[in-house]
């Protein structure tokens, strides 16, 4: 594996369990016992009616993008060889927003809100994955 040179991600404290779930390639997000509200990303308490009792589920990986934008001058030099990539929010059918890089696009101006698309798992790392997306078949 090539060394890795861009931030990474703190991958300890509550999220942890989402992130050894990427290792493993399941996008997992947390459900609410107490209202059964879907919650992501990774919370002690649930936000909607503040019980604790969250539970890990497995999201399917696929979802609509609601949001996007495409960077052409990043500020980190360390991402100006991805130029231009897309940064997205995605909403997963599981009923939670995500924010993530859509990947895999001949010319990212093509990409439109609504599009569907599936999560896929980048091994930057022995110890992280991090989840991007791709159009879906």
Same mark, same amino acid.
């Given at each position: 594996?090539?060394?890795?040179?861009?931030?990474? /991600?703190? $991958?300890?404290?509550?999220?942890? $369990?989402?992130?050894?779930?990427?290792?493993?390639?399941?996008?997992?997000?947390?459900?609410?016992?107490?209202?059964?509200?879907?919650?992501?990303?990774?919370?002690?308490?649930?936000?909607?009616?503040?019980?604790?009792?969250?539970?890990?589920?497995?999201?399917?990986?696929?979802?609509?993008?609601?949001?996007? $934008?495409?960077?052409?001058?990043?500020?980190? /030099?360390?991402?100006?060889?991805?130029?231009?990539?897309?940064?997205?929010?995605?909403?997963?059918?599981?009923?939670?927003?995500?924010?993530?890089?859509?990947?895999?696009?001949?010319?990212?101006?093509?990409?439109?809100?609504?599009?569907?698309?599936?999560?896929?798992?980048?091994?930057? $790392?022995?110890?992280?994955?991090? /989840?991007?997306?791709?159009?879906?078949?």
């Amino acid at each position: 594996m090539a060394e890795y040179t861009k931030p990474l /991600p703190v $991958t300890k404290g509550v999220a942890s $369990t989402f992130w050894e779930g990427l290792r493993e390639e399941k996008f997992l997000y947390q459900r609410c016992r107490g209202c059964g509200r879907s919650v992501f990303y990774p919370r002690v308490v649930c936000p909607q009616c503040m019980s604790d009792d969250l539970v890990w589920e497995e999201s399917s990986g696929f979802g609509n993008v609601y949001s996007y $934008t495409v960077v052409y001058r990043p500020v980190d /030099p360390r991402f100006k060889p991805d130029a231009p990539y897309v940064v997205a929010l995605i909403d997963l059918d599981e009923g939670i927003r995500v924010m993530g890089n859509v990947v895999g696009l001949d010319d990212p101006e093509n990409l439109r809100m609504g599009q569907r698309v599936q999560v896929e798992y980048h091994h930057v $790392t022995d110890e992280v994955t991090l /989840p991007m997306f791709r159009v879906a078949e």
